[in-house]
């Protein structure tokens, strides 16, 4: 039973309901969207929870409730006429890719928007809600369990605030936006995002996650190869990659090279007992199919791990400098470069990297290369770090 301050909150639990609720949505200029979900136990993450918000109307979707289709919120989804507003929406995109076969179009990501507006690196929904809102969120249901019904009545206050906050939160950001003159800038950033190809997994390509001190190339096609049987066994079995094999444990098997079950006793950071088992027998065939690997299609190490001290220097130049540009221009660094890209700039003039493209290039890329031929110095001005030219 509600208390009398807490107000009911819809929940949606048929496709008539939904259909009703989607067809209202879609007369709106824009929504609100955000999902729960659980992913601790399984590889593909269950969707536990959907919330929707329109400028008058906001409800819960239970996809788990008996015999509701989605398809009316999935064509709200594809509907170029809404724009759909997330916040880090990678996660939700990931889960409605897998379940619709598409992605949400036209989308605002306002974790991207406040990172272009100054918000810093991938600044929480909390902080973004306090500044712009002037409200606090209680995260003490975040990672409650969304799966469980009936959800309390906390849970759903929780998970609605998040869409009818996010309301404000994205008309503030547009009028920063517009003020600033850096919308294009965000959709340039909003371009990955919406790529279909960065949520499909391919399992050939999972070893580029897996750190490993790597020293040879037949090293190398081992990782490769046990890294992509880790994937496909974990996406077959629908559980976390790392109940299968934690990261650390293919680095020592790449490293290492078990080709006898006698060899899987020796590891170290393989359970015991895995030797004579049919993961064993797993981990042995993945190795020898690495080993049997066609040399000149195995990568050799990367080029930033062999940096010469000079390009180590003006590496550390180039991440001053970029402290410096973004705190000038008010952005987060992570929008112009990583560790890696400026690794990158540092040793290639003409590196495929952010920095060196579009708007980035203009605020970062080009005093970036000043500074490494001496065009320019980093230098104090009445007490301020400032970038001038030489």
Same mark, same amino acid.
């Given at each position: 039973?509600?208390?009398?301050?807490?107000?009911?909150?819809?929940?949606?639990?048929?496709?008539?309901?939904?259909?009703?609720?989607?067809?209202?949505?879609?007369?709106?200029?824009?929504?609100?969207?955000?999902?729960?979900?659980?992913?601790?136990?399984?590889?593909?993450?269950?969707?536990?929870?959907?919330?929707?918000?329109?400028?008058?109307?906001?409800?819960?979707?239970?996809?788990?409730?008996?015999?509701?289709?989605?398809?009316?919120?999935?064509?709200?989804?594809?509907?170029?006429?809404?724009?759909?507003?997330?916040?880090?929406?990678?996660?939700?995109?990931?889960?409605?890719?897998?379940?619709?076969?598409?992605?949400?179009?036209?989308?605002?990501?306002?974790?991207?928007?406040?990172?272009?507006?100054?918000?810093?690196?991938?600044?929480?929904?909390?902080?973004?809600?306090?500044?712009?809102?002037?409200?606090?969120? *209680?995260?003490?249901?975040?990672?409650?369990?969304?799966?469980? #019904?009936?959800?309390?009545? @906390? /849970? =759903? !206050?929780?998970?609605? %605030?998040?869409?009818?906050?996010?309301?404000?939160?994205?008309?503030?950001?547009?009028?920063?936006?517009?003020?600033?003159?850096?919308?294009?800038?965000?959709?340039?950033?909003?371009?990955?995002?919406?790529?279909?190809?960065?949520?499909?997994? *391919?399992?050939?390509?999972?070893?580029?996650?897996?750190?490993? #001190?790597?020293?040879?190339? @037949? /090293? =190398? !096609?081992?990782?490769? %190869?046990?890294?992509?049987?880790?994937?496909?066994?974990?996406?077959?079995?629908?559980?976390?990659?790392?109940?299968?094999?934690?990261?650390?444990?293919?680095?020592?098997?790449?490293?290492?090279?078990?080709?006898?079950?006698?060899?899987?006793?020796?590891?170290?950071?393989?359970?015991?007992?895995?030797?004579?088992?049919?993961?064993?027998?797993?981990?042995?065939?993945?190795?020898?199919?690495?080993?049997?690997?066609?040399?000149?299609?195995?990568?050799?190490?990367?080029?930033?791990?062999?940096?010469?001290?000079?390009?180590?220097?003006?590496?550390?130049?180039?991440?001053?400098?970029?402290?410096?540009?973004?705190?000038?221009?008010?952005?987060?660094?992570?929008?112009?470069?990583?560790?890696?890209?400026?690794?990158?700039?540092?040793?290639?003039?003409?590196?495929?990297?952010?920095?060196?493209?579009?708007?980035?290039?203009?605020?970062?890329?080009?005093?970036?290369?000043?500074?490494?031929?001496?065009?320019?110095?980093?230098?104090?001005?009445?007490?301020?770090?400032?970038?001038?030219?030489?």
């Amino acid at each position: 039973m509600l208390n009398k301050t807490e107000a009911p909150i819809h929940t949606i639990t048929t496709t008539e309901d939904l259909a009703a609720f989607c067809l209202r949505w879609a007369s709106e200029t824009y929504i609100t969207v955000d999902t729960e979900f659980l992913r601790e136990t399984t590889y593909y993450p269950k969707l536990c929870l959907i919330q929707v918000a329109g400028a008058k109307e906001a409800a819960l979707i239970d996809p788990l409730a008996e015999g509701l289709d989605l398809a009316p919120f999935f064509a709200l989804m594809a509907d170029e006429n809404v724009m759909k507003v997330f916040h880090a929406a990678k996660q939700d995109f990931e889960i409605l890719m897998m379940l619709s076969g598409s992605l949400p179009r036209p989308v605002v990501d306002t974790q991207i928007a406040a990172m272009v507006c100054g918000f810093g690196d991938q600044v929480g929904y909390e902080a973004v809600v306090r500044k712009l809102v002037g409200a606090g969120i *209680d995260k003490s249901s975040q990672f409650t369990d969304w799966s469980r #019904r009936p959800l309390t009545y @906390k /849970q =759903q !206050a929780y998970a609605i %605030s998040d869409v009818t906050h996010l309301r404000t939160v994205y008309e503030k950001l547009q009028e920063l936006l517009a003020k600033s003159g850096r919308a294009d800038w965000m959709q340039n950033e909003l371009a990955s995002l919406c790529d279909p190809a960065t949520y499909k997994v *391919d399992p050939e390509q999972t070893w580029k996650r897996v750190k490993a #001190r790597i020293q040879n190339k @037949k /090293q =190398q !096609a081992v990782l490769m %190869s046990v890294a992509a049987w880790r994937e496909r066994e974990a996406q077959t079995r629908n559980v976390p990659r790392g109940r299968i094999l934690k990261d650390e444990a293919i680095a020592e098997i790449a490293i290492q090279i078990p080709q006898t079950p006698a060899d899987i006793n020796e590891l170290r950071l393989v359970s015991k007992g895995t030797a004579n088992s049919a993961m064993g027998g797993a981990i042995i065939k993945a190795v020898q199919h690495g080993l049997a690997r066609d040399p000149n299609t195995v990568p050799g190490k990367a080029k930033f791990e062999e940096m010469s001290s000079s390009a180590q220097a003006a590496a550390d130049i180039l991440k001053l400098a970029l402290k410096i540009v973004c705190e000038n221009h008010g952005l987060a660094p992570k929008l112009i470069a990583s560790s890696s890209d400026i690794d990158a700039l540092a040793m290639d003039d003409n590196a495929d990297v952010p920095a060196l493209q579009g708007w980035q290039l203009e605020v970062f890329g080009k005093v970036a290369l000043d500074l490494k031929h001496g065009r320019a110095v980093i230098s104090m001005d009445k007490g301020k770090v400032v970038i001038l030219p030489r």
